[in-house]
């Protein structure tokens, strides 16, 4: 136990600049780079060569996606990311070499399979990095209110999802439908589960060491990515569906459909279709 | 008088929570809900049983409004009105009810007329509130700046129908030309006199007691709303088309038709039919 | 060489208020004014008569652009702007005398061409105070951040280009393809040489003194609009060809196209055909 304690303290002690850091632009160049712009359609990768500066603006607004969103919120300076010029020029280097290198290796390499998985792997520990920061500052600055701490863990964990609406308008498309709460991923799902426990354990509500808590949420962040990159599966549907069925209107919903009368019956199958519980896939 | 002083006294100090801000709540909730989302095409209420968590966020936007932008103008956290978590919980209650309740029973017993009327007319005392608290504090805050009080207290007023637009947007649905300020509603129309009479009378040009003025205001409010809902009457349109036809270009207009060349004729009447004076109703 | 540079300091000390600002204020309406609203098909300005308060709201967001994206990036309030009354008023009696004055004799002598040109003019003027004020004030609040300091002086020379967007949602149209950022205009790229060049001069790269620089970089200012506005030439582009084809693709996609396999070359002339280096005027 204590040596586990202490390979956990070594994992909560990594320095996220540079290889984390790293890690996160390269994902967040890739995809803006992979987005489907219209200009787009050719195979080739013309948007970045089209417009070089709406295409470096939107891959830093991912890249700083957190720090943005957590500022806009607080009423803060939105160009405080901006400051630490030794973050943006790394993210500037990496933006280039992922959009301009030469027969696209770099963009390549980073596609290969294998180091898009430890690239994303990284992302994840970065990902709880940025969470527990995030609620460490929101407890000192706004203490008692949990509401406010929750909202900012989640939006922490998951930014640059709720970034992507915004950076796809600075890069000329405008998706609205898009937006992230519409359709939380399982990243932000699993975001709002680590956000409650580390609350719960800095709140003293669970009586376990914090380093190992901070790795037991560095696993669960890889397991949910691991396993909706590998499978396309999200692990909290079916406690989602569960919950939606009953308290969300789904047992409601049937209870009406019964004692309905059979003229509305139609219009109750349906919304039964449009259920959760039975999603459509295209949605 | 003194009675009437007194009793108008009493109305100025009614605590806001927690009747009249359930009162607004449900206002809100039930705005969300009966919005056309295009998923709503069938008759049942689909939207709050497919994305439970947009069309949470999208009630608490519309509640907190007042705050949010407010909060927004002044450059002050936006997460701040999520700081009272009495407020919030009260709110996510009221949605829950509205939205999920057995039978529809709460959404239908509010939208039975009486009780709606009598909801409405309590969001009335509860905009006028809103109102005076926003104009005291802009008072305080920008002192001697009087077109910022007054911007303040017009959107404290309305700042539900002001934030319509982002609420939507969460939503999924982007509907740019239902701005407020494209097509003022008599509710906004209404704060801004309520706002002038207010700023008139905090810097003395309104020699009258405070409880009173605030009084009429109310009155005012509810004249205006009840005039709107039952008979679906502007009661400012009379006074906006004389000004707009004597200083927003009406008399020009006219004058220039007069003396223009025939052939600037038909331009001229179709301007003419543009105009608000006979603003066509479908716009 | 001394007289020179005390003319250059007359022009230094020039006062905005009121005569370069009247002159922004008469561009910025006239903008407005000129805009493609749907409502304006009959070639009558309708649009200032059918919404006044959004042509007024839209108008003062593209006169006081600066000041209000400035404290939206530093967090500051947005109203600030509005504070100062004499501004404000200054502003709306242009927008009435621009909109609504008879016979339309002011915005016809705005846009009687030597007129036009004087404003354009004293805009620039204008804009090189702009950019020269964001800078001292960047540097002031966030020392030894070139970064934050540059975006600043862009920003504060092109703010009413990057407004446009937003004052065109308050008008009621959207047009998300007009970002600034995406096709940034020869007003821009010059504030960004402008800036580049003050920073350089206030941090101690260029000795020469600070009026006949600032004084250059007003002719600078005039030079681009003048050949902007006569010969619709950008005096950026062969630079910017050069830069794109060196560093941003240019160059890496031909290398591509030698050594690809045939079958792709038609997506590779495809991609040549978007290229910056032949960009077609369309675009």
Same mark, same amino acid.
């Given at each position: 136990m204590e040596m586990l304690i202490e390979a956990a303290d070594v994992v909560k002690r990594l320095k996220m600049y540079p290889y984390f850091e790293v890690a996160n632009y390269i994902l967040m160049c890739m995809t803006?780079?992979?987005? =489907?712009?219209?200009?787009?359609?050719t195979g080739v990768q013309t948007f970045s060569r089209l417009h070089p500066l709406a295409c470096w603006f939107g891959s830093m607004m991912l890249c700083f996606a957190g720090g943005i969103l957590g500022n806009f919120l607080l009423g803060e300076p939105l160009l405080t990311p901006l400051q630490s010029e030794r973050e943006?020029?790394?993210?500037?280097?990496?933006?280039y070499l992922i959009n301009y290198a030469p027969f696209d290796f770099v963009y390549k390499l980073c596609k290969f399979t294998p180091i898009r998985l430890i690239i994303s792997l990284m992302k994840e520990v970065h990902r709880a =990095?940025?969470?527990?920061?995030?609620?460490?500052?929101?407890?000192k600055n706004f203490p008692g209110s949990h509401i406010v701490v929750g909202v900012f863990g989640v939006l922490k964990g998951s930014a640059s999802l709720h970034m992507r609406v915004f950076q796809r308008l600075v890069c000329g498309i405008w998706q609205p439908t898009g937006l992230e709460l519409l359709k939380p991923s399982p990243v932000t799902k699993a975001s709002l589960v680590a956000t409650v426990t580390l609350i719960l354990l800095y709140e003293g509500f669970i009586d376990f060491p914090v380093q190992l808590v901070y790795a037991l949420v560095i696993l669960f962040f890889v397991l949910v990515r691991l396993l909706n990159m590998a499978f396309n599966i999200d692990i909290f549907s079916p406690f989602e569906n569960l919950f939606c069925s009953v308290f969300m209107g789904g047992l409601i919903d049937a209870l009406k459909r019964v004692t309905d009368r059979p003229e509305d019956a139609t219009a109750a199958a349906a919304a039964a279709k449009n259920n959760p519980l039975n999603k459509p896939k295209e949605e």
């Open positions: 803006v780079r992979e987005d =489907n712009f219209p200009q787009q359609s943006v020029i790394t993210a500037t280097i990496v933006w =990095n940025k969470v527990n920061h995030g609620i460490l500052f929101a407890l």
